[in-house]
C-alpha cells in the first residue's frame, strides 16, 4: 500500500498542478498560478527519495518564493499593455463645441464626429466653435475644460 502511495506521488502533485491551473483560469488573480508550477516542479522531485513530509514543505517554499518575486512582476507586465478603449481613450483628447456650454447648462461637444453632452469642469462658459480638453467622464457627460493657448 505504501510503496504504491510513494509510487504515485509524481501523479499527485501534477494532479494538484492541474487542479491549482484551473482554480486560476477562473480566477485571474496570479495567486495559484505560482503554486501550479511549484507543483509541477515537485512532480519531477517526487522521483527522488524525498519523505513526502519533505516534499510537502519544499512545495510550500517554492510557491510561496515563486508567488512573491513573480506576482508583482507579472501584474505589472500585465496592466502594462492594457489600452484605454472606447470612453477611456477619450480623456485627455481636445474637442470641438458644438453648443455653447454655460455655467449651469450642459453643452454639446463634438470628438471623432460624435456629439456628446458637455459640461465646463470649474463652471467656465465655453462658445461654440471653441476647443476644449475632455477631464472625465460622468455617464453620457463629457466633463472638458478650455484649452489653453
Keep these: 500500500m505504501i510503496n504504491t502511495i510513494l509510487q504515485n506521488l509524481p501523479w499527485f502533485w501534477f494532479g494538484l498542478a492541474v487542479i491549482f491551473a484551473v482554480i486560476e483560469a477562473?480566477?485571474?488573480?496570479?495567486?495559484?498560478?505560482?503554486?501550479?508550477?511549484?507543483?509541477?516542479?515537485?512532480?519531477?522531485?517526487?522521483?527522488?527519495?524525498?519523505?513526502?513530509?519533505?516534499?510537502?514543505?519544499?512545495?510550500?517554499?517554492?510557491?510561496?518564493?515563486?508567488?512573491?518575486?513573480?506576482?508583482?512582476?507579472?501584474?505589472?507586465?500585465?496592466?502594462?499593455?492594457?489600452?484605454?478603449?472606447?470612453?477611456?481613450?477619450?480623456?485627455g483628447k481636445n474637442a470641438l463645441v458644438v453648443k455653447d456650454i454655460k455655467k449651469f447648462e450642459k453643452g454639446e461637444i463634438k470628438i471623432n464626429g460624435v456629439i456628446w453632452n458637455a459640461s465646463c469642469e470649474n463652471g467656465e462658459e465655453l462658445l461654440q466653435n471653441s476647443e476644449c480638453r475632455i477631464v472625465r467622464i460622468e455617464g453620457t457627460t463629457a466633463i472638458v475644460e478650455p484649452v489653453k493657448n
Design 26 to 91: 477562473f480566477t485571474l488573480t496570479l495567486c495559484t498560478i505560482w503554486f501550479a508550477a511549484a507543483a509541477i516542479l515537485m512532480a519531477f522531485l517526487a522521483f527522488t527519495p524525498m519523505p513526502f513530509l519533505a516534499q510537502i514543505l519544499v512545495f510550500l517554499i517554492i510557491s510561496i518564493i515563486l508567488l512573491i518575486l513573480f506576482r508583482k512582476t507579472a501584474l505589472n507586465y500585465i496592466n502594462s499593455k492594457k489600452q484605454a478603449t472606447n470612453v477611456e481613450a477619450l480623456c
